[in-house]
């Protein structure tokens, strides 16, 4: 007989480091980015320690809608979701942040291996302490990676009833092209599982360009933040007080996108590079791409999926999808 203390010291997390990146990707890949016209950078970067504390607190603001609508869909429709997911070994939770939006499906999914991903590995780690002591039955494999370029996963996490889960319209952060490789990586993970994933819908612009800009300033903060992390990564030397949070809906391809500006003309310098900005010129940070249920289910079934539901809260504001692989 395998005694208690045993099970709980099988069940105790491990923390995963992914594969190392080829010395001086990320800052090739800023400096590019920087370089382009118009410039770029890569969502990613958004999410380092502090960045990932303040979406956290965004998910909390009035304007932020999605946060809501989704936990209302799972409250009202978490019975049927279960039902059509089935059994789940694993459960693999894509950008999980804090661990919260998986942890309310504990008790419905009954995962027997939890498996958080995150770029922010530090953060992640905060999280899974947490959970460590909240749930001591469960195996938690957390994952530091950036599964935007590699989803390769352990070779202990069982193959059989795997479940993505993938919420908070994450998915929108990809341009079309991109969502759809994406979802096929996911597709080849999970054979005979699912995937649910959570999809923010087209609505008004005075519904939308609010939650990319409150009141409070934290979306600004966030995006801000970005430029503190690109100067450690990158050694460039970017003043913050030189830049202001530009978000927008752009009708024209049903996205909002958020761009930081030039108070003024600005030079950046970094090792190997510089850019000159002139006054009103933008970087792109990030978009969020919004979606009708019927144009995510025509993406969903190019990625291979099938056996596809979705269901809404009361305003039609945003949707959660379960699909089998």
């Known amino acids: 007989m395998v005694s208690p203390s045993a099970l709980l010291a099988d069940a105790a997390p491990r923390f995963l480091a992914p594969q190392p990146q080829p010395a001086g990707a990320e800052q090739r890949e800023l400096h590019a980015g920087l370089r382009d016209r118009p410039a770029h950078i890569d969502p990613k970067f958004l999410y380092d320690a502090l960045g990932s504390s303040l979406f956290t607190a965004i998910t909390q603001l009035p304007e932020y809608y999605p946060t809501r609508c989704e936990a209302e869909i799972f409250e009202r429709h978490g019975a049927d979701i279960a039902r059509h997911i089935g059994p789940v070994q694993a459960m693999i939770d894509l950008g999980a942040g804090d661990c919260a939006k998986a942890e309310r499906l504990f008790a419905s999914l009954r995962p027997r291996h939890y498996v958080p991903i995150d770029i922010s590995a530090d953060y992640l780690q905060s999280a899974v302490r947490r959970l460590r002591l909240s749930y001591p039955e469960l195996r938690i494999t957390p994952i530091g990676l950036d599964f935007s370029q590699a989803l390769a996963l352990p070779a202990d996490i069982a193959i059989e009833q795997r479940l993505f889960f993938y919420p908070g319209s994450s998915i929108g952060n990809l341009d079309p092209e991109a969502a759809l490789a994406m979802l096929r990586r996911i597709h080849g993970q999970c054979a005979g599982g699912g995937l649910l994933v959570g999809v923010d819908r087209v609505k008004p612009r005075q519904v939308l360009e609010p939650a990319y800009d409150d009141a409070l300033h934290l979306t600004a903060a966030f995006n801000l933040n970005l430029l503190r992390h690109v100067n450690s990564v990158l050694g460039a030397d970017f003043n913050v007080d030189d830049w202001r949070h530009v978000a927008l809906f752009n009708s024209d391809r049903s996205r909002i996108e958020m761009h930081l500006e030039a108070r003024r ?29 019927p144009a995510f289910t025509r993406l969903l079934q190019d990625a291979g999926y099938h056996s596809i539901e979705h269901w809404s809260d009361a305003r039609g504001w945003f949707s959660v999808f379960s699909a089998r692989a």
């Open 265 to 293: 003309a600005t030079t950046v310098s970094w090792p190997g590079g510089e850019r000159h900005f002139v006054a009103g010129e933008r970087i792109h940070t990030e978009n969020s791409y919004k979606f009708s249920p």
